[in-house]
C-alpha cells in the first residue's frame, strides 16, 4: 500500500526552528514528486512547493521561496519542511502530497495525501 | 502567477438536486505535448485531507460515484455534482498542476445542503 505518514503535531514559539517529516512507503521513493500544502485554521489550501527525490530538483511557491526549506531523504525514504524562524501567521496544518504516477515535468493529480501536520506557534 | 478563480464560495443544494462549481485558470492547463487537461479536483471534509475526485479534467478517480463530473478545457472548468447526498457536503477545491513553480489552488467552494 502506497502511504505518506507525516510526523506528530508540534507546539512552538516564535523564532524557534522546525523540521516536519513525511515518510514515504510502498513505492519508489526517488521516482515521484513530493509537495507540500499548508492550510491556515479555516482557509484554503496553498501550495508551499515541490520537490523530486530523484535528483533533488526543488520548485518553490513565489511567497514560500526563502520562507521554508523543503528536502529529501533518499536513504530514509522521508521528505522534510523546514523553518529556520517560526512566525504566529503559520499556524496551520501542512500535507504532503504524491501524485498519482511517476515522470518528469509536470506531476500528475496528487493522489496520495499525508494525514497533515498541525503545527501551533504561539508564544 | 496564474490564478484559479472558483465560484461560488459556497452553495446550498437540495438533497437530489444539482451542484455545479466554476473552476477559471487565468493561464490554459491544456498541455499540448499530450493534449491533457492539467485540471484535478479535489473533495476536502471536516478533519480529513483533502480527496482527489478527478484528474484530467474529467477522469474520475476509481470508487468515486459517478454523480460527480467534471468538463471544460484550457482555461474553464466545471464540477457537478448531478443528485447531491448528504455525504458530498465539503469544500471542493480545483487546482492546475501544470505551470511551475505554483501549483495552485482555487479558492475553495463550500458545498452544503439547503
Known amino acids: 500500500e502506497v502511504k505518506l505518514v507525516q510526523s506528530g503535531a508540534e507546539v512552538k514559539k516564535p523564532g524557534e526552528s522546525l523540521k516536519i517529516f513525511c515518510k514515504g512507503s510502498g513505492y519508489s521513493f526517488n521516482d515521484y514528486w513530493i509537495g507540500w500544502v499548508r492550510q491556515l485554521p479555516g482557509k484554503g489550501l496553498e501550495w508551499m512547493g515541490i520537490i523530486y527525490p530523484g535528483d533533488s530538483d526543488t520548485r518553490y511557491s513565489p511567497p514560500f521561496q526563502g520562507q521554508v526549506t523543503i528536502s529529501a531523504d533518499k536513504s530514509n525514504t522521508t521528505a522534510c519542511l523546514q523553518w529556520s524562524s517560526l512566525r504566529a501567521s503559520d499556524t496551520g496544518i501542512y500535507y504532503c502530497v504524491r501524485p498519482g504516477y511517476s515522470s518528469g515535468w509536470p506531476p500528475g493529480a496528487f493522489e496520495v495525501w499525508g494525514q497533515g501536520t498541525k503545527v501551533t506557534v504561539s508564544s | 502567477d496564474i490564478v484559479m478563480t472558483q465560484s461560488p464560495d459556497s452553495l446550498a443544494v437540495s438533497l437530489g438536486e444539482r451542484a455545479t462549481i466554476s473552476c477559471k485558470s487565468s493561464?490554459?492547463?491544456?498541455?499540448?505535448?499530450?493534449?491533457?487537461?492539467?485540471l484535478a479536483w479535489y473533495q476536502q471534509k471536516p478533519g480529513q485531507p483533502p480527496k482527489l475526485l478527478i484528474r484530467w479534467a474529467s477522469t474520475r478517480e476509481s470508487g468515486v460515484p459517478d454523480r460527480f463530473s467534471g468538463g471544460g478545457s484550457g482555461t474553464d472548468f466545471t464540477l457537478t455534482i448531478t443528485s447531491l447526498q448528504a455525504e458530498d457536503v465539503a469544500v471542493y477545491y480545483c487546482?492546475?498542476?501544470?505551470?511551475?513553480?505554483?501549483?495552485?489552488f482555487g479558492g475553495g467552494t463550500k458545498v452544503e445542503i439547503k
Open positions: 487546482q492546475q498542476h501544470l505551470i511551475s513553480p505554483h501549483l495552485t
Open positions: 493561464q490554459s492547463v491544456l498541455y499540448s505535448y499530450n493534449n491533457k487537461n492539467y
